[in-house]
């Protein structure tokens, strides 16, 4: 049974470029969580998607999007790359209401 | 607003020790779930324990026990006769907002790194 898996595992990008990260849910799971971790901090929530929708949504700007496909899975895109949105973006899925994350290995960006 | 601290930043004990983690968590709802994560060094948080607000019953699993009362907003963390394999960093989070019907996110804490020495 396959876990969370995340793609790419490590990005470099440059200031102002965009980036897109895709996450791909435990087997079962119908709900996608992304998070944000700067290094030494906790994860802070990005936003949650279910059914294809944006459900709920963390203290981020505009320029953090995102996107769930009719399999479950999910990409995050950053538009207009600043050097503090380098950190490990973390995807987390769980099965509808449940508070119960699986979180995958991350995929750390790193932004020059 | 929700808020978890772990003021802990770094613990550090020799191999067969045992050690307990602190975690003191804000809500103002009287219905929220807490969570214990471990992080090794590979990125990816392992999930450990989960606890509503209406089981305030501690539990031990293994060599981990926790800790959870109401009455001080603590949930902490035990693990007996530590090995170097427990080297992680641990978090505390904490889910709410259930009555709003907005109980989609975990707030964490910044974390503590636990190191295990042989």
């Known amino acids: 049974d396959a876990g969370v898996t995340q793609s790419p595992t490590h990005l470099i990008k440059t200031r102002g470029q965009q980036v897109t990260l895709r996450c791909s849910p435990k087997s079962g799971h119908d709900t996608v969580s992304w998070y944000q971790q700067a290094l030494g901090q906790g994860p802070q929530f990005i936003f949650q998607?279910?059914?294809?929708?944006?459900?709920q949504r963390g203290n981020f700007p505009d320029r953090f999007s995102g996107h769930q496909f009719p399999n479950y899975s999910s990409e995050l895109n950053v538009n207009a790359l600043l050097l503090g949105d380098s950190a490990l973006y973390l995807c987390a899925s769980s099965l509808g209401w449940s508070e119960k994350l699986f979180f995958g290995s991350g995929t750390q960006l790193s932004v020059l | 607003a929700q808020k978890v601290t772990q003021a802990q930043t770094e613990i550090s004990v020799v191999e067969k020790e045992d050690v307990t983690l602190d975690c003191v968590y804000e809500t103002r709802d009287t219905t929220y779930y807490l969570f214990w994560y471990k992080q090794p060094p590979s990125g990816e948080l392992v999930f450990l324990i989960r606890r509503n607000s209406f089981d305030e019953q501690n539990e031990i699993s293994g060599r981990y026990s926790w800790n959870f009362q109401k009455s001080t907003s603590s949930f902490n963390f035990t693990i007996t006769a530590s090995q170097v394999v427990d080297s992680a960093v641990y978090f505390c989070a904490l889910s709410e907002g259930f009555s709003s019907g907005s109980a989609r996110q975990l707030t964490f804490g910044s974390g503590t790194q636990l190191t295990v020495l042989p």
């Open positions: 998607y279910y059914e294809e929708e944006e459900r």
